[in-house]
């Protein structure tokens, strides 16, 4: 079992740029979520997706969105990048919504940097 | 809204200590308690749950954390400390927000470092 993989594992951007971030879940899992960490600081929701729809969504302007694949596999873009969005972004796979989040794997994350 | 406060920053321990990190937690519902561990530049991996029933949970690498509901307190402990369980900790609740959605929302973490 692969568990989580995101990719690409680092990234540079300039500012104003757009990027796009991947996962793929874990085996039997079906529902992905998206966490910012920014240095010094714990992971922060910016969305979830299951059956291919954003269920929920944290306090992160529209210039994050997201999309996931009838595979479940998901995408994290993010448009006019700006300085503060230099940061390790965090998905987590769990299976299907309607649970607690009792099963949360993360993958190691993709670092952007802002420049 | 929930939230969750974790009292220390850094902290600095010996190999063979004792180690108790904290976790406070505020929410208006009933929830669900993670501890998670990350080190430097990876993921992060599950160290134990409380879901329900005893509020004593034990999890992996010999940590243990006691759920105080009255407190609204989670706690993370572990009686001796090796090298190796240098990492950042990080607590976090998770709560039904909407439909039967959840989400988790993290502390800021707590670096542990374990000297020689």
């Known amino acids: 079992d692969a568990g989580v993989t995101q990719s690409p594992t680092h990234l540079i951007k300039t500012r104003g740029q757009q990027v796009t971030l991947r996962c793929s879940p874990k085996?039997?899992?079906?529902?992905v979520s998206w966490y910012q960490q920014a240095l010094g600081q714990g992971p922060q929701f910016i969305f979830q997706y299951y059956e291919e729809e954003e269920r929920q969504r944290g306090n992160f302007p529209d210039r994050f969105s997201g999309h996931q694949f009838p595979n479940y596999s998901s995408e994290l873009n993010v448009n006019a990048l700006l300085l503060g969005d230099s940061a390790l972004y965090l998905c987590a796979s769990s299976p299907k919504s309607g649970r607690p989040n009792t099963e949360a794997f993360f993958g190691q994350g993709t670092r952007l940097t802002v420049v | 809204a929930q939230s969750v406060t974790q009292l220390d920053s850094q902290v600095p321990v010996f190999e063979e200590a004792p180690v108790e990190l904290r976790c406070n937690y505020s929410?208006?519902?009933?929830?669900?308690l993670f501890w998670y561990v990350q080190y430097p530049n990876q993921g992060l991996q599950l160290l134990l749950k409380y879901l329900s029933g005893s509020t004593l949970v034990k999890g992996i690498n010999g940590f243990e954390a006691e759920f105080n509901k009255s407190q609204t307190s989670f706690h993370l402990r572990k009686p001796s400390v090796h090298i190796s369980d240098t990492a950042e900790y990080l607590c976090?609740?998770?709560?039904?927000?909407?439909?039967?959605?959840?989400?988790?929302?993290f502390g800021k973490g707590t670096l542990l470092t374990v000297n020689p």
């Open positions: 929410s208006s519902v009933s929830v669900y």
């Open positions: 976090a609740v998770s709560v039904r927000s909407g439909g039967s959605n959840y989400k988790l929302t």
């Open positions: 085996s039997g899992h079906d529902t």
